[in-house]
């Protein structure tokens, strides 16, 4: 079969899981394969506080009363309540609060669907070859982690995409340079930045890498100067913060986070708002407020629950950000190598380990949420192609990375969920894997940076 031929062929597939995706949406084929999706009605359940957070400011209510709001969605929709920055709400929950709450799910279903073959369409700019342009979109939009962003109508489709955009910057800067139809990577990074940013802001992570390379430094501080003015105008101006606390108050708070982590929860409260809930800084307090919270759902897949599990005892807390403390100390040390392309090369192995670090050091990690490595699964793909890298681990991680994209093995122990092995082994599929990516990632970016500090001391003493 020839290069056309496989480029044809491997987009009738994704056309076709696609489809098959939509026809799930409305007759629940993979439900099976979720407990929640299984055992309850949770279609569109993470969407419907979008439009709502709209509506809420329409009537000078704060867009985090959820559940105190006029109601929007079947009944079940109150079960996720609004906690995306509040800016977010504004400009993208306007548009789809103008329709009845199923169109506007619908809506939303092929907004997300056409932001992922949008991330597929520009990653797809960084190589020639066919067969792996028309991979780009089946890695991206072909797995069960993109159909329960769907499914769910969570809003992680942007988060996707923003990756996507960062990894395409930072791909482009290290190896597409003198490249004709090279893509604008500062605009490109900026975009992917901003759509972390005011949506899920993992890109935060991201930000002291970023700063050390020189390339990206000015774009990173801009993305970050118009996050602040953003966020600062949601916090003080009145209209887009009905429900406002005093700011010196609030500054309080948000300086107390055992304080935050006790009152400020809203799993804790049993969905019960306090005042402070309503204030916007309720959009960052609420990352402080899940920072140590621990529940052992099903359908969660974090690396604490599966250990703890496992174990049958919670585990130190400390042992859980070890990942995330690891890939930050790896990042601030890239400044250290002169040669830019190489840099650029292990910022973009780092970026992999500092998404990979929200599934081992943070809590409450849903099996949608692993949708967010798949630009990283693209960029491993491409890496194989390019000289002097280390083909052979990057091979072993895009082959790991193939077990990301799979159901989980719920469907066979359904009956069994509350035997704590089973529950480790449902879990398993998906832990593991993120797990072993990280340590694959660390490790070339380590060894790499250690021969990199060798060689630049020895430089220093024979001079």
Not at 191 to 207: D, N, Q
Not at 211 to 216: F, S
Request: proline letters at 4%; hydrophobic letters at 50%; a positive charge.
């Amino acid at each position: 079969m020839n290069q056309r031929s496989k480029h044809y062929l491997i987009l009738a597939l994704v056309i076709s899981w696609v489809i098959f995706m939509l026809l799930s949406l409305r007759f629940g084929f993979l439900n099976m394969f979720s407990y929640s999706a299984s055992q309850f009605s949770t279609r569109g359940i993470d969407f419907f506080c979008l439009p709502r957070s709209f509506l809420n400011l329409l009537e000078m209510r704060s867009m985090f009363d959820t559940w105190g709001a006029t109601a929007y969605g079947p009944p079940y929709s109150t079960g996720y309540g609004y906690v995306y920055h509040p800016a977010f709400g504004l400009l993208v929950g306007f548009w789809f609060s103008f329709f009845t709450p199923w169109t506007s799910y619908s809506l939303f279903v092929l907004f997300s669907i056409v932001l992922l073959a949008w991330s597929a369409q520009v990653l797809s700019r960084c190589t020639a070859d066919p067969v792996r342009k028309s991979a780009c979109y089946l890695l991206l939009l072909c797995s069960f982690p993109t159909y329960w962003i769907l499914h769910m109508g969570n809003i992680h489709a942007i988060s996707v995409c923003g990756f996507a955009f960062i990894m395409a910057a930072l791909f482009s800067l290290a190896y597409r340079k003198d490249a004709p139809n090279r893509i604008p990577e500062q605009a490109y990074l900026l975009s992917g930045l901003l759509m972390s940013f005011f949506t899920k802001p993992f890109a935060l992570l991201y930000l002291p890498l970023l700063v050390m390379n020189r390339e990206t430094r000015k774009t990173a501080i801009l993305g970050l100067a118009i996050y602040g003015v953003v966020s600062l105008i949601f916090l003080q101006v009145p209209l887009f913060n009905p429900e406002k606390i005093d700011s010196i108050e609030m500054l309080q708070i948000a300086m107390n986070p055992e304080f935050i982590k006790e009152n400020l929860n809203v799993y804790k409260n049993n969905f019960v708002l306090n005042k402070y809930m309503k204030d916007n800084s309720m959009h960052w307090l609420h990352i402080v407020a899940q920072s140590d919270f621990y529940w052992n759902h099903v359908d969660i897949f974090s690396l604490s629950a599966f250990t703890n599990t496992l174990a049958g005892k919670i585990l130190p807390k400390f042992i859980y950000k070890l990942p995330l403390l690891i890939a930050l100390a790896l990042s601030a040390l890239v400044v250290l190598i002169r040669d830019s392309k190489k840099r650029l090369e292990l910022s973009l192995l780092l970026a992999m380990a500092l998404t990979l670090t929200f599934f081992l050091s943070y809590n409450t990690v849903w099996e949608y949420h692993f949708a967010l490595f798949q630009p990283a699964v693209v960029i491993l793909m491409l890496l194989r192609d390019e000289a002097g890298f280390c083909k052979k681990w990057t091979s072993v991680a895009l082959g790991v990375s193939f077990f990301l994209y799979l159901p989980t093995c719920y469907v066979f122990f359904s009956d069994k969920v509350t035997d704590r092995f089973m529950l480790s082994v449902i879990r398993a599929d998906k832990v593991v894997p993120a797990l072993i990516l990280y340590l694959i990632l660390i490790g070339i970016s380590g060894a790499q940076m250690a021969r990199e500090i060798v060689k630049r001391s020895r430089a220093v003493i024979s001079s």
